[in-house]
């Protein structure tokens, strides 16, 4: 069983990360972050009511990714674990999940944060540009990730639930201290 939150600050790498996880493991990638973009793309009321907050760089409302993240949980395909990429990022949101959990009678397997630097980060994320990825929101989302998000990887630690990574290296590197540090080697398919 697989049930494992990636953190990390913008530009880490999670997604690719997930993504990969996701796949040699057979479990789903909830990415927050990947579902708010189609609402948005879909122009749904979700959509438009986070609309504002991605563009600035801000944090959407806890009580609006709380209930997509509950609901997604519920689906029969979380059902042998997922990959949260992009969630929890605010302490409410860790403490809204734990609550999730105990009404699903679910437990994390674990939470893994890869480290990079600020310096590390800034040149990534202007190397990445995304259409919301101008410099000011760059900044203002690496402001956000370090006021809100990064208590999210010291409320783990208090858990010991949380392994810390190296984020600096290949893909393949990142991948293989991702299944070392959450022991995950022989959960994979192949
Ligand atoms: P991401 O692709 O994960 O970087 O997310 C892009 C944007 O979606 C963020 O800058 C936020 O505006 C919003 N978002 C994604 N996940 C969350 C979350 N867990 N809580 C609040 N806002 C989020």
Redesign the pocket.
Known sequence: MMRLVLLGP?GAG??TQAERLAKKFGVPQI???????EARAKGTSLGQQ?EA??????????E???G??RERLQEMDCETGYIL??????VA?AKALEQTLVELGQELSAVVSIDVSEDELTRRLLVRK?E?DNET?IRK?LK?YTQQTAPVVDYYRSQSLLKKIDGIGSIDEIFERIVKAGDFSNNGHS
């Open positions: 913008p999670k997604g990415s927050t972050g990947d579902i708010l973009r986070a907050y991605m563009k600035s760089g801000a944090l959407v409302p806890d609006v990714v709380v997509i993240v990429d992009g969630f929890p990022r605010s949101q995304r919301d929101v989302r956000v």
